[in-house]
């Protein structure tokens, strides 16, 4: 029995109506084939053009006869093909149902060398030449085709933007950047980190020209992809036989992400979101300049297809360096920094995209240190309005401190109170802390932090008033501060006596006059 399906799968692919679809669905095809390789101890079933010619030398060296297993072989095919036909059937059904079932069938097959270790076997299960026309090289490996696959995800991002190269070793990005022209681009990904680009994978958005390829050829590298090639480019990339060239095709790509996952699967949407200007928002007072927000969308477009946890430093549309694949967000922005030292990047003004969580403003205050800001700092209200929006603390209780902290802390007010002792505003002056048990041991030292690293108004003494007992965190805290930062004065009271009483003690103690007052309920 020989079966020839109605083409579902063609019909689908060339963007036929949904009538000419439907009418393409076979009936008495699929049942022929499935009667037939159920009585395969009695009869053939061929199920697939692609059979044909094996089917004829087996009749022609086997004087018409076919053996048992052969029969069997030809019938697990047939169901293969039934199946395969079904599921394509059921997907195209359920893509708008969303029915909770994963079919997948996929018959294009590439047996590799071996998988991402040599006792591994592998495979590649797909049709690698709708995406790729493939011009020169050895054939792909395992790991070849995940730093390819890693290679398209992160170029995709650039589609429309300028000129952009990239190169990417073990899925990751290690030089990424945007020119006028791709052999400028070239050049500056090259300069992010030329050790690690030996045996990369280098992609583009624009053609490769002949220039660009002279500077490419020098470099050991194991493929390239690019939308197309000059003729004299190619004559020079391939000077070397097994290096893998290119071309990619606009194809369009699957949107669901699947892996395994213990006994069955993981699915989720492809992440195809890429950030723009209209997704930011801002939680410091100041907004970035624009160059700074267009380096950001940059850094965030890379930080997306970098392993967790990442910190990504970039500047003028170059990547500088990147901590990829670390336990803490902390040890991820050390590595970065120490990377792009090590190239002699300078990183003041440089900005920062990370995909972890800041609970603490560590890495924020480590970049800071490094120069890595646009002169914009966050300040105790941003933290403050941060704090309410994520609900670590409620409105009322907000707005209680918020109050305060506006007739205490009011940084014009206490500038106008200096501007009367002296015009410079740099006079010196003392600040009073009192500090309680139950404070957040946290907190505590970024508000000693702010206080001493303040850029507009220096105090020239710190007075501190422990009132009560205190938890071990806030105790350590101000051992390690009081070494810092030469804390001029640490006042002990054995009970808590309030906070008008410690202002009292610590006012007393202090060398200089009180310049600022307070309510006295505050």
């Given amino acids: 029995v020989i079966v020839d399906l109605y083409p579902f799968e063609k019909t689908l692919q060339s963007g036929a109506s949904d009538q000419d679809i439907i009418e393409k669905i076979d009936i008495g095809g699929i049942s022929l084939i499935r009667a037939a390789a159920k009585n395969f101890e009695d009869v053939l079933c061929i199920s697939s053009m692609n059979d044909y010619s094996e089917l004829l030398d087996i009749l022609t060296e086997q004087n018409g006869k076919t053996t048992l297993q052969q029969r069997k072989r030809f019938a697990t095919k047939a169901f293969l093909t039934s199946s395969h036909y079904d599921t394509a059937i059921f997907n195209y059904f359920n893509e708008n149902e969303g029915l909770d079932n994963l079919k997948i069938s996929e018959n294009n097959h590439i047996s590799l060398r071996y998988g991402e270790n040599p006792h591994q076997k592998g495979s590649f299960f797909g049709n690698f030449d709708d995406i790729f026309i493939k011009l020169a090289g050895k054939e792909l490996s395992y790991n070849n085709l995940l730093d390819v696959d890693a290679a398209v995800s992160l170029m995709n991002e650039f589609t429309n933007d300028q000129p952009t190269f990239a190169i990417l070793k073990h899925n990751n990005a290690c030089g990424v950047a945007t020119r006028p022209t791709i052999k400028e681009a070239y050049e500056t990904a090259l300069a992010c980190d030329p050790v690690s ?30 939308p197309s090639y000059e003729e004299n480019a190619l004559t020079i990339l391939k000077n070397k036989k097994n290096r893998i060239i290119l071309i990619q095709k606009e194809a369009k790509l699957p949107q669901k992400s699947i892996r395994t996952c213990l006994n069955g699967y993981l699915v989720q949407d492809k992440d195809l979101k890429t950030d723009e200007i209209s997704d930011i928002t801002y939680v410091t007072t100041e907004k970035p300049s624009e160059s700074a927000l267009e380096d950001l969308l940059f850094a965030s477009k890379i930080c997306k297809h970098t392993k967790s946890n990442t910190i990504v430093l970039a500047k003028n549309k170059q990547l500088l360096a990147s901590g990829t694949g670390q336990t803490s967000r902390v040890d991820a922005l050390k590595q970065a920094i120490e990377k792009a030292k090590e190239f002699n990047f300078s990183l003041k003004n440089a900005v920062m995209a990370s995909d972890a969580f800041f609970p603490f403003p560590d890495c924020v205050e480590i970049a800071n240190n490094e120069g890595i800001t646009d002169g914009n700092m966050a300040t105790a209200e941003d933290l403050g309005d941060y704090l ?9 209780e907000y707005n209680k401190n918020q109050s305060k902290a506006e007739k205490i802390l009011n940084k014009e007010s206490i500038l106008e109170e200096i501007g009367k002792i002296d015009s410079r505003n740099h006079v010196p002056f003392s600040v009073i802390i009192s500090v309680y048990k139950n404070d957040n041991a946290v907190f505590f030292s970024r508000a000693l932090d702010s206080i001493t690293e303040s850029q507009t108004i220096i105090p020239n003494e710190i007075v501190l008033v422990v009132d009560g007992p205190i938890s071990k965190e806030i105790e350590d805290v101000i051992s390690e501060y009081t070494k810092k930062y030469g804390i001029f004065k640490v006042i002990r009271l054995k009970k808590n006596v309030g906070l008008g009483k410690a202002l009292k003690l610590a006012i007393e103690n202090s060398t200089y006059e009180l310049i600022a007052r307070m309510d006295s309920d505050d």
Wanted: charged share 25%; proline share 3%; hydrophobic share 50%.
């Fill in 197 to 226: 680009a030996f045996g990369g994978i280098l992609i583009a958005n624009r053609e490769i020209d002949s220039p660009t390829a002279e500077l490419i050829n020098s470099l050991f590298f194991e493929v390239i992809i690019a």
């Fill in 388 to 396: 309410l929006k994520n609900g670590k603390v409620s409105e009322e």
